[in-house]
C-alpha cells in the first residue's frame, strides 16, 4: 500500500544551504585579508599542512564510506528502524573517532616533525585532533536530519560553523595576534559550539535503540565509498606537496587562494547535501536521468559564468591581502573551476550508483589520484602556485570521464558529462590567463566584462542551456511528487 506525500523541494533545500553557507563563508571572507595582515605566510601554510593531515587522518581511520551508506540504507527504512541506523553509526564513529585522535596526541611529536620540518608546533596537534570529535557526531545528526527532509537545521549549523571560525579568527588572529596558535584555537571552538544546535535538534536519535546487525551491510556498502573518498582525499596532500617541493611560505600563499575560491564550495556542498536523499528516493522513476542531465547542466552554465567574473577579477581580489600573499592570484580562477569538475565527477557516475554498482567509483578514484600527485610532483617545482591546481583540475577530471563511461555502461542517464567539461577547461584556461595579466590587451575592466559575456554566450548554446532548461528544471523539481511506501 503506497500514499502520496510530497516531497521536500530541491530547490527551497538547495537555498537553505546556500543562504546559511553563504552566511558562514562571507565572515570568512571578512577574516581573509585581516588573518593575512596578522600572519606570516609561513603560519598560514603551517595551519594548511595540520588541517590536512587532520582530514586525511579522518578519511583513512575513520570514515569507511559509512555516511553515504546509512543515508543509502536509510532511504528504504522508516521510523524507528531509521533512526536506529543513524544511532548505531554514531556509537561506531565516537568509538573509532576517540581511539584516532588518542594515537594523534600520542605521536604528535614525529608527526609535527614528518609535516612542518620540526617539532616546535607539536603541542598543537591534540588541539587540532578535538575537530575530529566534535565533527564525527556533527555528520551523523546532519545526515539522519537530511534523510528525514530537515535540511534548515543542518543548514543553520554549517552556516554557524563557518561564521563562528571566521568571527573565532578575526579575534584570536588579528585582535589577539595569536597566531598559529589562534587558528587552531578558532577551529576546535567553531566546532564544539556548532554541533550544539545539532545536538538539541536531533536529540531523537540517542532515545533510538542501536543495533549491531546494521554495522555489516553498512560496511559492505561503505567500502566502495571508502576507497572513493580516501583517494579523493589526496586532495588534501596539496598543501604539503607545496611545502615540500617548494617551501611552507608558498603552501600559506597557496592555502590563501584555496580560501578566496572556497565559497564556490558551499554550492557542491548544498547540492550534495539536498541532491543525495532526493535522487535516491526516486531512484526509479523513468525520467530521472533527464531531470539530473537538466540540472548538470544549468549548474554547469551558472558556475562557470560566476567562476570566470570571479577569476579574471582575481588580482583585485587578492590586493586586499598582504604584498606576501599576492602571488596567490594566478591559483584562484583554476581553484574556484575546480569546485564545478568536482561537482560534475560527483553527478558523472549517478547511473553506477543507482544500479548499486558502487565499484565504480574506486577505479574512477585510483584515476584520480594517480594524477593528481604525478602531475603536482611535476609541476610544483617550476609553478608553486599554479601546479597544484592544474593537478587537481586535471585528475577530478579524469576520475569524471571514468566515473560516467562506468556508469553508463550500468544505467545511461545520458548526461553530458565530456561537453561540460570541456567548457569548465575553457573557462579555467581564459580566466586563469586574465588573472596572470599574459592577454595585455584585456587587463582593462571592460575587455574583461565583454569576454565573460562572450564565454557566457557561447558556453550556453555549447551546453544547450536556455531559459526554459532552467525553468523546466525549477518546476519539476517543485512540483516533484514521491511514492513512499
Known amino acids: 500500500m503506497t500514499a502520496r506525500t510530497s516531497a521536500p523541494s530541491l ?23 585581516l588573518v593575512t595582515w596578522a600572519l606570516a ?26 555516511d553515504t551508506a546509512s543515508v543509502r540504507m536509510a532511504s528504504d527504512e522508516r521510523g524507528a528502524s531509521r533512526a536506529s ?92 595576534r595569536w597566531g598559529l596558535t589562534g587558528l587552531i584555537a578558532g577551529r576546535v571552538a567553531a566546532q564544539a559550539l556548532a554541533l550544539i544546535p545539532l545536538l538539541v535538534t536531533g536529540r531523537a536519535i540517542f532515545r533510538a535503540r542501536p543495533r549491531l546487525s546494521w554495522i555489516a551491510p553498512m560496511l559492505r556498502m561503505g567500502l566502495p565509498f571508502a576507497v572513493l573518498y580516501l583517494l579523493y582525499s589526496l586532495r588534501e596532500v596539496d598543501r604539503f606537496l607545496v611545502a615540500e617541493l617548494a617551501s611552507l611560505s608558498d603552501a600559506g600563499v597557496y592555502d590563501l587562494a584555496v580560501r578566496v575560491a572556497a565559497p564556490l564550495a558551499i554550492v557542491n556542498m548544498a547540492l550534495t547535501m539536498a541532491l543525495e536523499p532526493w535522487i535516491y528516493a526516486r531512484h526509479t522513476h523513468p525520467d530521472v536521468g533527464a531531470d539530473i542531465d537538466r540540472f548538470l547542466r544549468a549548474y554547469v552554465w551558472v558556475g562557470a559564468c560566476g567562476c570566470f567574473v570571479v577569476g579574471a577579477l582575481a588580482p583585485e581580489l587578492v590586493a586586499l591581502v598582504g604584498p606576501e600573499y599576492r602571488a596567490a592570484a594566478v591559483a584562484v580562477p583554476a581553484m574556484l573551476f575546480l569546485e564545478l569538475v568536482e561537482g560534475v565527477r560527483r553527478v558523472a557516475g549517478l547511473g553506477g550508483e543507482l544500479a ?66 570541456t567548457a569548465l577547461w575553457v573557462g579555467a584556461a581564459g580566466s586563469t590567463l586574465l588573472a596572470t595579466g599574459e592577454l ?37 523539481l517543485r512540483g516533484r511528487r514521491e511514492e513512499e511506501p
Not at 371 to 392: D, E, M
Open 11 to 33: 530547490v527551497g533545500a538547495v537555498s537553505a544551504y546556500g543562504f546559511a553557507l553563504g552566511a558562514g563563508r562571507l565572515v570568512s571572507l571578512i577574516a581573509v585579508p
Open 41 to 66: 605566510p609561513k603560519e598560514l601554510g603551517a595551519f594548511a599542512v595540520l588541517n590536512s593531515a587532520m582530514a586525511l587522518a579522518f578519511a583513512m581511520t575513520i570514515d569507511f564510506g559509512l
Open 85 to 176: 541506523i543513524f544511532t548505531t553509526l554514531l556509537l561506531l564513529r565516537l568509538g573509532l573517532t576517540v581511539v584516532v585522535a588518542s594515537l594523534l596526541s600520542l605521536a604528535r611529536d614525529p608527526l609535527a616533525t614528518l609535516l612542518l620540518g620540526d617539532a616546535s608546533a607539536a603541542h598543537l596537534v591534540p588541539w587540532l585532533a578535538l575537530t575530529l570529535l566534535f565533527g564525527s557526531p556533527a555528520r551523523v545528526i546532519s545526515n539522519w536530519l537530511r534523510v528525514e527532509g530537515r535540511h534548515r537545521p543542518v543548514a543553520f549549523a554549517m552556516g554557524l560553523v563557518g561564521a563562528l571560525e571566521g568571527g573565532l579568527f578575526i579575534v584570536l588572529v588579528y585582535g589577539l
Open 356 to 421: 548499486n554498482r558502487t565499484s565504480l567509483w574506486a577505479s574512477a578514484a585510483l584515476l584520480n589520484a594517480i594524477v593528481v600527485v604525478g602531475v603536482s610532483v611535476a609541476l610544483i617545482p617550476s609553478l608553486p602556485q599554479l601546479g597544484a591546481p592544474i593537478a587537481l583540475v586535471a585528475g577530478a577530471t579524469g576520475g569524471a570521464l571514468v566515473a560516467n563511461a562506468l556508469a553508463e555502461r550500468i544505467r545511461p542517464l545520458g548526461l553530458r558529462v565530456g561537453r561540460s567539461l
Open 440 to 476: 595585455h590587451w584585456a587587463t582593462t575592466m571592460i575587455a574583461r566584462v565583454v569576454l565573460a559575456l562572450s564565454f557566457a554566450g557561447v558556453t550556453a548554446l555549447a551546453l544547450g542551456v536556455r531559459s526554459s532548461t532552467i525553468l523546466s528544471l525549477l518546476r519539476g
